[in-house]
């Protein structure tokens, strides 16, 4: 509209019919979308009873965890979640990287307790009596002590343990995120014992029946200065230097991988049922259409029903509107792809969005609880807006700079003879 605006200097019929057009073009869109989106919505099943898990962790813990903080934080997890079941839960989610342990990968698990890898715990402390008394998930963990120091050692495997168990006990499956590997070994360097991996990502996990489900979804696109520093990051003396002035976020490694695959995981309710096909985008990637729709939409067809956002808004600090513009952006995804939107943020806003992008349920910020609401799948083909993708965006910005340009070209003027005199 801009583009033909301005080229209507140069020739207004033009600029005033196509101005005219377009927006009978635009109208039309807007009810054809309007429709498509309403079919989009249409259930594929019946509705499943998810339960979202805020666990409310600060972020100063989530940077550097205490192995007290850890045992005590699995507990709490687990409680939460016993309590998400009780109120009739069929699917449990739990906020990004929430995991207090180290890997669920079972390799990465086998290698840690080959190499007997484990924490230390000062059992002087109260906060380290607290972790491990009053907490019936932890009983039968086992502790190695040291002579006369106060401190015992924890097995590093004893999170993936606790969670496992705690998982089968539970009985309901639970979306969980963690650190993903590949390649992961246990070196010793330096007369230590270390873990070292050939890739490290921010993944996605389904734990149910006690057992780690084959396939994880690996985050695609990492947070940019909280994850990765884009461009910088390839150089890693730059990172360095602009980390020690203070760009980017404290206590970040900037050590993970991008993933290379569109993974959809697939999770089974309590009570039988074909299982649910769910995509998973983590925390930031759910501003961002393309990523969405590649993991939502393949080859123009519906490859997951439902939406399923882990992530971890403690970055936010004490600013409420962060976190509410985040909610806003994911509730645009909902709406682009006619698909619902499972919501589990680990300091709030968790929330649960319908394939029209409206938040049917949501846990204030800032306090640990549980959420359970009824979703459906959505089953219908996407809108068409999913099957272009930006291509019609492109496409109408290469028109409006195309136009601009015309309507600066300037017009030729009839010659004037020179016998007459200028009117």
Same mark, same amino acid.
């Given at each position: 509209v801009?583009?033909?605006l301005?080229?209507?200097g140069?020739?207004?019929?033009?600029?005033?019919?196509?101005?005219?057009?377009?927006?009978?073009?635009?109208v039309v869109l807007?009810?054809?979308g309007?429709g498509?989106i309403e079919?989009a919505?249409?259930p594929?099943?019946?509705?499943?009873?998810?339960?979202?898990?805020?666990?409310?962790?600060?972020?100063?813990?989530?940077?550097?965890?205490?192995?007290?903080?850890?045992?005590q934080?699995?507990?709490?997890?687990?409680?939460?979640s016993a309590?998400a079941a009780d109120l009739?839960?069929?699917?449990l989610?739990?906020?990004?990287?929430?995991?207090?342990?180290?890997?669920?990968e079972?390799d990465?698990a086998l290698?840690d307790?080959?190499a007997?890898?484990?924490?230390?715990l000062?059992?002087q402390?109260?906060?380290?009596?607290?972790?491990?008394?009053g907490?019936?998930?932890?009983?039968?963990?086992?502790?190695r002590a040291?002579?006369d120091?106060g401190?015992?050692?924890?097995?590093?495997? #004893?999170? &993936?343990? =606790? !969670?496992l168990? /705690?998982? %089968?006990?539970? +009985?309901?499956p639970?979306? $969980?995120g963690?650190? @993903?590997?590949?390649?992961?070994?246990?070196?010793?360097s330096?007369g230590?014992l270390?873990?070292?991996?050939?890739?490290?990502?921010?993944?996605?996990?389904v734990?149910?029946?006690g057992?780690?489900?084959?396939?994880r979804?690996?985050?695609?696109?990492?947070t940019?200065?909280g994850?990765?520093?884009?461009?910088?990051?390839?150089?890693g003396?730059?990172e360095?230097a602009?980390?020690?002035i203070?760009?980017?976020?404290?206590g970040?490694?900037?050590d993970?991988?991008?993933?290379?695959?569109?993974?959809?995981l697939r999770?089974?309710a309590?009570g039988?049922?074909?299982?649910?096909?769910?995509?998973?985008?983590?925390?930031?990637?759910?501003t961002?259409?393309?990523? #969405?729709? &590649?993991l =939502? !939409?393949?080859r /123009?067809? %519906?490859?997951? +029903?439902?939406?399923v956002? $882990?992530t971890n808004d @403690?970055?936010?600090g004490?600013?409420?509107?962060?976190?509410?513009?985040?909610l806003?952006?994911?509730?645009?995804r909902?709406v682009e792809?006619?698909?619902?939107?499972?919501r589990?943020?680990?300091?709030?806003?968790?929330?649960?969005?319908?394939?029209?992008?409206?938040v049917t349920?949501?846990l204030p910020?800032?306090?640990a609880g549980?959420?359970?609401?009824?979703?459906?799948?959505?089953g219908?083909?996407?809108p068409?807006?999913a099957?272009?993708g930006d291509?019609?965006a492109?496409?109408?910005?290469g028109?409006?700079?195309?136009?601009?340009?015309?309507?600066?070209v300037?017009r030729?003027?009839p010659r004037?003879?020179?016998a007459?005199?200028?009117?």
């Amino acid at each position: 509209v801009v583009g033909l605006l301005v080229a209507r200097g140069r020739a207004r019929a033009v600029g005033g019919v196509g101005v005219g057009v377009w927006g009978l073009v635009w109208v039309v869109l807007s009810v054809v979308g309007a429709g498509q989106i309403e079919r989009a919505a249409s259930p594929a099943r019946e509705a499943i009873r998810f339960g979202v898990v805020q666990t409310n962790v600060a972020q100063s813990t989530r940077v550097a965890w205490s192995t007290a903080e850890r045992l005590q934080d699995a507990s709490r997890f687990l409680d939460l979640s016993a309590e998400a079941a009780d109120l009739g839960a069929q699917v449990l989610v739990w906020p990004e990287t929430m995991f207090p342990g180290e890997t669920l990968e079972a390799d990465a698990a086998l290698a840690d307790a080959g190499a007997s890898l484990g924490w230390s715990l000062d059992m002087q402390s109260e906060e380290a009596v607290r972790a491990l008394e009053g907490f019936g998930w932890l009983d039968g963990i086992e502790l190695r002590a040291r002579e006369d120091t106060g401190v015992v050692i924890v097995e590093s495997g #004893v999170a &993936r343990g =606790v !969670v496992l168990r /705690g998982q %089968r006990s539970i +009985g309901v499956p639970i979306v $969980m995120g963690a650190a @993903g590997y590949d390649g992961y070994r246990v070196e010793t360097s330096e007369g230590r014992l270390r873990p070292v991996w050939s890739a490290r990502y921010n993944s996605a996990f389904v734990v149910d029946g006690g057992v780690v489900q084959g396939g994880r979804y690996d985050k695609l696109h990492l947070t940019p200065f909280g994850e990765t520093m884009p461009y910088i990051s390839a150089w890693g003396w730059l990172e360095s230097a602009f980390l020690r002035i203070g760009l980017g976020a404290s206590g970040m490694a900037f050590d993970l991988n991008a993933g290379d695959r569109a993974e959809r995981l697939r999770v089974s309710a309590v009570g039988g049922g074909q299982p649910v096909v769910i995509a998973t985008p983590i925390c930031f990637e759910a501003t961002m259409p393309n990523v #969405v729709r &590649r993991l =939502v !939409v393949e080859r /123009g067809e %519906r490859a997951a +029903g439902l939406i399923v956002q $882990m992530t971890n808004d @403690g970055w936010f600090g004490w600013a409420t509107g962060g976190r509410e513009q985040h909610l806003d952006a994911v509730r645009w995804r909902a709406v682009e792809l006619g698909t619902p939107i499972v919501r589990s943020a680990n300091t709030g806003v968790s929330a649960f969005v319908d394939a029209r992008g409206r938040v049917t349920d949501r846990l204030p910020a800032g306090e640990a609880g549980v959420l359970v609401s009824e979703v459906a799948a959505a089953g219908g083909s996407v809108p068409m807006a999913a099957r272009l993708g930006d291509s019609l965006a492109w496409f109408t910005l290469g028109v409006t700079v195309i136009l601009i340009g015309l309507g600066f070209v300037p017009r030729e003027h009839p010659r004037q003879d020179p016998a007459r005199p200028a009117a």
